[in-house]
């Protein structure tokens, strides 16, 4: 039995054998033909580039149906490059200077595209060379006539295996055959992650070694909710986990009947929850799991699901679509987050950054990107006027940038005005409070803000100086420590005194353990992943705000976030014992 660590990038838990992919390279030499034969070269070429384009407009379509236009416009962007003049001018270049079969040049032509990315620093680039294995693999299979092994054509489930999958292979994955994905390399923002998150088909990427580890046919077990997978499991880990994986089922069904139900404690004190999306598409369900709106919609994913930039009207499309699938529901949308784990295309290659979670991301980035920030901020002002709508700006480190991005805001409402645009009266405007010197300078910041949200994800890997991706430092990641906790309750007061709405939009609000001390440092409004909220709601309707105050007043004695989550752990399952459902230890 071997137990692996890697990042869990969709939630979700399968047991079943492995199919293991290999690399699935096509190494064509190079093979020369006679110059009368260079023209039926040309035309094979046109061939398969026309088979490809079908094949993508047809797994595009596919993708629409089942994780939304949003994401299918991954496939567009593999069109383009289909269609792009300049790569096929090579690839007409190579067939005739040189004189070679048709796949030969595309070979030469993809792998010159593959090596150039591959040496970029930059690691959304990096990421974006397996969409051009994707398409040469592609068309090369189109001119030799070899196929790949069909994964829709399972017959009993499996947890896919492999190095990497690319784009067209992740989209075609039958949900009712492949129960989980591991794969060697990847990071939060591949297209892998993306669509297997919106599949909803748990999955682990960064595992470096796991296609050498696993065997095919071989038992495996995939927790894509702590990022453990279990190679070969013995009798006892194995009966662990599907005891797990039965308690997981049964306490979804039980908990899902919260859904109707409010969210307020045993001494009727209301607690809003809202969920965290990055879809239009997540909103439905995250509504039956009972959200009462959305305090955090990831807008940067409209770009990283493209590799160009979403125009006005798209965008606008998006978020009308959001307002509309809530009813008259509130919507906090968080303009664009780029840069540090989450790269965009257009222009990062030229920006190459030794350190770009200090760097030229998020607000950041948008202040020096104008003609795009100020794009997005006119689609959620044109959207506006469909439902109530919340701008919030994000990683905020002072009252200069804040104040500088609402006189952006204000220019573009005027141009709106000027064009006759209608647009709401007055839009709320909020920041996400990431940063240390956000959460100290707050007295400052409250006067030029309508609400602000703590943003835990960033805030606990600022103030510990811990890499919340980097496995080799994930205990020093904490929301347990002393100084995170003792922050949000200086934030908290802060709200309190200046009449300002405080909500937590963080991982951390959606994690049991945390519920209590939260509520009891004062705060009334948290905003989570959608499958927590039902478990959150439980221990809510079974706790009152007396008993929370006990916890936060207790956790401030100790001095070691062991001490802390392990109080806080006993606390609630103490509260709420049948909302838990005990992971097995790894």
């Known amino acids: 039995m071997q137990v692996k660590k890697g990042i869990p990038v969709s939630p979700g838990v399968a047991i079943s054998r492995a199919v293991v992919l290999n690399a699935d390279v096509l190494a064509i030499p190079t093979q020369r033909v006679p110059s009368g034969q260079v023209t039926d070269q040309l035309q094979r070429l046109e061939q398969a580039l026309e088979a490809s384009r079908r094949d993508i407009e047809q797994l595009r379509d596919k ?26 001018g090579q690839f007409h270049e190579v067939i005739v200077d040189s004189s070679v079969t048709a796949e030969s040049a595309v070979y030469t032509v993809m792998r010159r595209f593959t090596d150039k990315f591959r040496a970029v620093e930059d690691a959304y680039v990096r990421e974006r060379v397996h969409d051009l294995w994707d398409l040469e693999r592609r068309i090369i299979r189109h001119l030799v006539g070899r196929t790949q092994a069909e994964l829709d054509q399972l017959t009993h489930d499996v947890v896919i295996v492999a190095h990497d999958l690319t784009p067209s292979q992740t989209a075609s994955l039958d949900k009712r055959m492949i129960k989980a994905i591991a794969t060697d390399i990847g990071g939060r923002t591949s297209h892998t992650a993306i669509l297997a998150h919106a599949l909803g088909i748990p999955a682990i990427v960064g ?19 702590s990022g453990v997978v279990i190679v070969d499991p013995d009798a006892a880990r194995l009966m662990e986990y599907r005891q797990y994986v039965r308690r997981i089922a049964e306490l979804e069904t039980s908990l899902d009947e919260l859904a109707t139900l409010p969210a307020v404690t045993t001494d009727d004190v209301p607690i809003t929850l809202m969920a965290n999306i990055e879809f239009p598409s997540e909103i439905h369900p995250a509504l039956a799991k009972g959200a009462t709106g959305i305090g955090l919609y990831r807008t940067e ?35 664009l987050d780029l840069g540090a784990d989450k790269f965009y295309g257009e222009g990062s290659a030229d920006h190459t950054e030794r350190n770009p979670f200090l760097g030229c991301r998020s607000i950041r980035f948008c202040l020096q990107n104008l003609p795009l920030f100020k794009t997005q901020l006119r689609a959620i002002l044109r959207a506006s006027v469909k439902g109530p709508v919340r701008i919030m700006f994000p990683l905020i480190t002072s009252i200069m940038e804040l104040r500088q991005s609402k006189m952006i805001l204000n220019d573009v409402i005027e141009d709106l005005e000027d064009e006759g645009v209608s647009i709401k009266g007055r839009i709320p405007v909020g920041i996400m409070i990431e940063v240390p010197s956000a959460a100290l300078q707050l007295r400052t910041l409250s006067q030029d803000i309508d609400f602000c949200s703590i943003g835990t994800n960033d805030l606990i890997q600022y103030t510990l100086a811990v890499d919340r991706g980097n496995e080799r430092v994930a205990s020093l990641y904490s929301g347990a420590h002393p100084a995170i906790l003792q922050l949000i309750r200086e934030i908290v007061k802060v709200g309190e005194r200046r009449d300002l709405e405080v909500s937590l939009c963080g991982e951390m609000a959606g994690e049991p353990e945390f519920v209590m001390v939260l509520i009891g440092m004062g705060l009334r409004v948290l905003s989570i992943t959608p499958p927590a909220i039902p478990e959150v709601k439980k221990i809510i309707r079974s706790v009152s705000v007396d008993r929370c105050r006990k916890v936060a007043r207790r956790v401030r004695s100790f001095e070691s976030e062991r001490e802390i989550i392990n109080y806080l752990r006993q606390e609630a399952k103490r509260a709420a014992p049948d909302a838990f459902a005990s992971r097995p230890a790894e």
């Open 301 to 335: 994913f409209l770009y990283l699901a493209s590799s160009v930039s979403p125009t006005e009207q798209q965008q606008y499309e998006a978020y009308v679509e959001a307002i509309e699938s809530l009813e008259g529901r509130p919507l906090t949308i968080r303009t």
């Open 63 to 88: 993708a629409a149906l089942t994780v939304g236009e949003d994401l299918a416009g991954i496939f567009n962007a593999h069109l383009l490059m289909l269609r792009d003049d300049h790569l096929v």
């Open 207 to 225: 595992l470096e070694d796991i296609t050498a580890d696993v065997s095919p046919g071989e038992t495996v077990i995939i927790d894509g909710n």
